[in-house]
């Protein structure tokens, strides 16, 4: 079995969460508040992190904890040597045995759970080490009807997918929203990443589905929100704000809190833009609309197999059948 060292285990913070929240702090002259409700940490891991920091992730890794000093109530000399001349002659020895001869015979006066402590160290009982703690994704509370909460995030356009025609230093972006409950999705692609953009396309996505919801949920992406403090209030902001709308957003380089938009971008990749090549942004953006029609009209395992639009079709029969029988 494997034994995890020392300083690799039970980490609270990633120490990417640990550079970037000690780079804002440091580079944008921004208030402790604010980077602590950001990365979700404590001020004063935060205080602490900084105390060491200089620049680089290497500061912010954890070192050994081991103390410098022998703690005064560890083990004596004598006591190590009557305990290694016992499991010299038994190696098989239980541990309650052992505590037993050594109290017995030696005198031993110390807890059992001292000795087993002692005995962890020197690598006996590897087994009772535990394990690495993995990330366990936790349930996601997925809603049971349209118009519930709104996924959204931007994908940049492949370079390789332009045709030679187009100017070599031009980008296009591909802004995408997803209902959560039906995966019924809709695009539009701009030639401009900005504020404007993402309000642009909200407004599209209410003529495109034709119901608002409740909650729409992006990134920290400057297009949706101000990545600094600041008093003014941000364009989209303000827009879901006139239209009812709350923007909720995710936890800061944790792409999988958008995970339903994030695995419909790795499924875009595969069916459209590998075999893509455009001649303009109306190009694209026409291309874009057959294939929209097409993957939401294919099947989906995480829906039974039916489609999203079939899916939506399905739920809103169920809430009529609810509210009118």
Not at 46 to 75: A, C, E, I, Q, Y
Not at 140 to 168: E, F, H, R
Not at 238 to 248: A, K, V
Not at 285 to 290: C, E, G, V
Request: overall charge positive; charged content about 25%; hydrophobic content about 25%.
């Amino acid at each position: 079995m494997t034994i995890i060292p020392h300083n690799q285990r039970f980490l609270p913070h990633e120490v990417i969460t640990r550079f970037y929240a000690c780079k804002l702090y440091s580079q944008h002259n921004v208030s402790v508040a604010f980077v602590t409700r950001r990365y979700k940490i404590s001020k004063a891991s935060l205080m602490r992190w900084m105390k060491r920091f200089d620049g680089t992730k290497d500061s912010l890794v954890d070192t050994s904890h081991r103390p410098h000093s022998v703690h005064p109530n560890s083990h004596t000399p004598q006591e190590i040597q009557w305990i290694n001349n016992y499991l010299r002659r038994n190696p098989i020895i239980t541990m309650i045995e052992l505590y037993g001869k050594l109290r017995i015979q030696r005198g031993y006066s110390r807890h059992p759970s001292s000795l087993f402590r002692f005995l962890r160290k020197q690598g006996y009982y590897k087994e009772s080490l535990k394990p690495k703690k993995t990330y366990q994704p936790k349930p996601y509370d997925t809603p049971k009807m349209i118009g519930i909460k709104w996924q959204c995030d931007v994908k940049y356009v492949p370079k390789n997918c332009k045709a030679s025609s187009l100017l070599g230093d031009q980008k296009f972006y591909q802004y995408t929203m997803i209902d959560e409950a039906s995966r019924e999705r809709f695009i539009y692609h701009y030639d401009e990443h900005s504020s404007y953009s993402s309000q642009d396309f909200v407004k599209r996505c209410l003529m495109y589905y034709g119901y608002r919801p409740k909650i729409i949920q992006t990134d920290n992406g400057f297009e949706f929100t101000h990545t600094t403090v600041t008093d003014r209030e941000h364009p989209f902001d303000i827009l879901l704000r006139q239209l009812n709308i709350t923007h909720q957003l995710i936890r800061p380089r944790t792409p999988r809190h958008n995970g339903k938009v994030e695995r419909s971008h790795r499924n875009d990749n595969k069916r459209f833009y590998r075999t893509l090549k455009f001649y303009s942004l109306n190009d694209l953006r026409l291309q874009a609309k057959r294939y929209l029609q097409r993957s939401n009209q294919t099947p989906m395992s995480t829906l039974g197999y039916f489609t999203p639009l079939e899916t939506r079709e399905k739920l809103i029969r169920q809430y009529n059948n609810h509210y009118t029988g």
